[in-house]
């Protein structure tokens, strides 16, 4: 029994490393390419923030004071939010801070997909059909580095229709949850989607702070997107239609995450059940696209959605089936433990190497005491364990959206300040 649950092991980890080796390609690139930059644009086009807020008054007057401070033209910039389902003063305190706010309550269809398709719909009412030139897409937890607009306008005029920007965080320093998250949206930015620029193939978008033409919104009559993860559903589709998604590296703005281990948790599950719908949904397709022009891309969505989830549960599966018949013929045990063991160290320094890695590249851009960025590193690897429980768990409940109550009271003049 020992010697079969020690090939399973070898055998998927072979398996997995198979599947994502091409990342690790991607961080040696990250190393020694710099990020693509952007010549200044020679016109300044007009934009639109759109922001669907839940409960989210504590928070939401910063984001737009952001706004408000961009190097950027003011007169072409306006700001619109979704105030969805809301039962505090979201509305009053965005309309107060100078937001233009439609309100919204439909108990059935929740979630950030019904909010956004709802917000396009009225402002498209308001301003007509090209008014503007293409629209941001933002959380009201958000902050914006103060050039975020400029940088992202050199990027759309260089003829990019989809745009995703440099995700850092607010509350790194908070605690282990926090910090995993942000190294988690580091490797994201520096490791993945720099490369995927680099290489010139498509980037993905992950939830907030990106860019869409108003072209790509006309072709899609809005935002159709309702899945449990509508940001990677429409990542996905735009790959599958050949779009591709650009990365600006210059284009900063800060994300607070989830402090407390039943908001991290809710999240996670919507995370991965959504990736269960867009597999099931799109995974076929995907397939497909590999062997086409779009290869690389599909390829990189797939192993996105797809590997992780599976070869996490096959090794659950086996080494539980073969823990217990262990127990239960009271033989090879010990045999047994070693090498659930050796499974738990080598894949700890494998995480340890990644969150380290992006902790050293990304070092003066995390802001927080030097101290907690190292302890940072030897924490990610427990922090990306946590989702184990949770695929497990996604596979047997039905997951609904659920909102995350944000707290951080940061200023992008916060952000700024704070030094070792």
Same mark, same amino acid.
């Given at each position: &029994?020992?010697?079969?649950?020690?090939?399973?092991?070898?055998?998927?980890?072979?398996?997995?490393?198979?599947?994502?080796?091409?990342?690790?390609?991607?961080?040696?690139?990250?190393?020694?390419?710099?990020?693509?930059?952007?010549?200044?644009?020679?016109?300044?086009?007009?934009?639109?923030?759109?922001?669907?807020?839940?409960?989210?008054?504590?928070?939401?007057?910063?984001?737009?004071?952001?706004?408000?401070?961009?190097?950027?033209?003011?007169?072409?910039?306006?700001?619109?939010?979704?105030?969805?389902?809301?039962?505090?003063?979201?509305?009053?305190?965005?309309?107060?801070?100078?937001?233009?706010?439609?309100?919204?309550?439909?108990?059935?269809?929740?979630?950030?997909?019904?909010?956004?398709?709802?917000?396009?719909?009225?402002?498209?009412?308001?301003?007509?059909?090209?008014?503007?030139?293409?629209?941001?897409?933002?959380?009201?937890?958000?902050?914006?580095?103060?050039?975020?607009?400029?940088? &992202?306008?050199?990027?759309?005029?260089?003829?990019?229709?989809?745009?995703?920007?440099?995700?850092?965080?607010?509350?790194?320093?908070?605690?282990?949850?926090?910090?995993?998250?942000?190294?988690?949206?580091?490797?994201?930015?520096?490791?993945?989607?720099?490369?995927? &620029? =680099?290489?010139?193939?498509?980037?993905?978008?992950?939830?907030?702070?990106?860019?869409?033409?108003?072209?790509?919104?006309?072709?899609?009559?809005?935002?159709?997107?309702?899945?449990? @993860?509508?940001?990677?559903?429409?990542?996905?589709?735009?790959?599958?239609?050949?779009?591709? =998604?650009?990365?600006?590296?210059?284009?900063?703005?800060?994300?607070?995450?989830?402090?407390?281990?039943?908001?991290?948790?809710?999240?996670?599950?919507?995370?991965?059940?959504?990736?269960?719908? @867009?597999?099931?949904?799109?995974?076929?397709?995907?397939?497909?696209?590999?062997?086409?022009?779009?290869?690389?891309?599909?390829?990189?969505?797939?192993?996105?959605?797809?590997?992780?989830?599976?070869?996490?549960?096959?090794? @659950?599966?086996?080494?539980?089936?073969?823990?217990?018949?262990?127990?239960?013929?009271?033989?090879?045990?010990?045999?047994?433990?070693?090498?659930?063991?050796?499974?738990?160290?080598?894949?700890?320094?494998?995480?340890?190497?990644?969150?380290?890695?992006?902790?050293?590249?990304?070092?003066?851009?995390?802001?927080?005491?030097?101290?907690?960025?190292? @302890?940072?590193?030897?924490?990610?690897?427990?922090?990306?364990?946590?989702?184990?429980?949770?695929?497990?768990?996604?596979?047997?409940?039905?997951?609904?959206?659920?909102?995350?109550?944000?707290?951080?009271?940061?200023?992008?003049?916060?952000?700024?300040?704070?030094?070792?």
């Amino acid at each position: &029994m020992t010697e079969a649950i020690q090939c399973i092991n070898f055998s998927l980890a072979v398996i997995f490393v198979i599947c994502y080796f091409y990342q690790v390609v991607y961080i040696l690139i990250s190393l020694f390419k710099k990020p693509v930059r952007f010549a200044p644009a020679e016109q300044n086009k007009r934009y639109a923030f759109m922001i669907s807020a839940r409960n989210e008054d504590n928070v939401i007057r910063n984001l737009i004071d952001s706004i408000k401070a961009q190097t950027y033209p003011s007169e072409l910039l306006d700001i619109y939010i979704c105030a969805d389902n809301c039962t505090d003063n979201t509305a009053a305190v965005a309309q107060q801070a100078g937001a233009v706010v439609y309100s919204r309550t439909d108990p059935e269809n929740i979630g950030k997909g019904w909010a956004l398709d709802f917000l396009f719909k009225k402002v498209r009412q308001l301003k007509g059909d090209d008014y503007y030139d293409a629209f941001f897409i933002f959380d009201a937890d958000n902050l914006l580095d103060k050039d975020y607009v400029a940088r &992202m306008n050199d990027a759309f005029s260089a003829g990019h229709r989809v745009i995703a920007a440099y995700r850092n965080t607010k509350n790194f320093g908070t605690n282990w949850l926090s910090c995993g998250y942000g190294l988690w949206f580091l490797h994201d930015s520096r490791h993945l989607n720099n490369v995927r &620029m =680099i290489l010139g193939s498509s980037c993905s978008v992950a939830g907030t702070g990106f860019l869409i033409s108003n072209q790509v919104i006309k072709e899609n009559n809005g935002w159709p997107y309702h899945l449990l @993860i509508e940001d990677i559903q429409f990542s996905t589709e735009s790959i599958l239609k050949g779009e591709k =998604i650009a990365y600006c590296d210059d284009a900063k703005f800060y994300d607070e995450q989830p402090e407390e281990f039943k908001d991290s948790w809710n999240q996670r599950m919507r995370w991965t059940k959504g990736y269960m719908q @867009i597999l099931r949904q799109y995974g076929k397709d995907l397939i497909k696209g590999i062997f086409s022009k779009k290869g690389l891309a599909c390829y990189d969505m797939l192993m996105t959605i797809m590997p992780a989830i599976v070869v996490t549960v096959l090794s @659950i599966v086996a080494n539980v089936v073969s823990f217990v018949l262990c127990l239960i013929s009271q033989s090879g045990l010990l045999a047994m433990l070693l090498s659930l063991g050796l499974t738990f160290v080598g894949s700890y320094l494998l995480l340890l190497t990644v969150g380290a890695l992006a902790c050293a590249t990304e070092w003066e851009h995390i802001r927080c005491a030097d101290k907690k960025k190292v @302890i940072a590193c030897f924490l990610f690897p427990l922090f990306v364990y946590t989702f184990i429980p949770v695929v497990v768990c996604a596979l047997f409940r039905k997951v609904e959206w659920k909102p995350i109550r944000h707290k951080d009271s940061s200023t992008i003049e916060d952000m700024e300040k704070i030094k070792n």
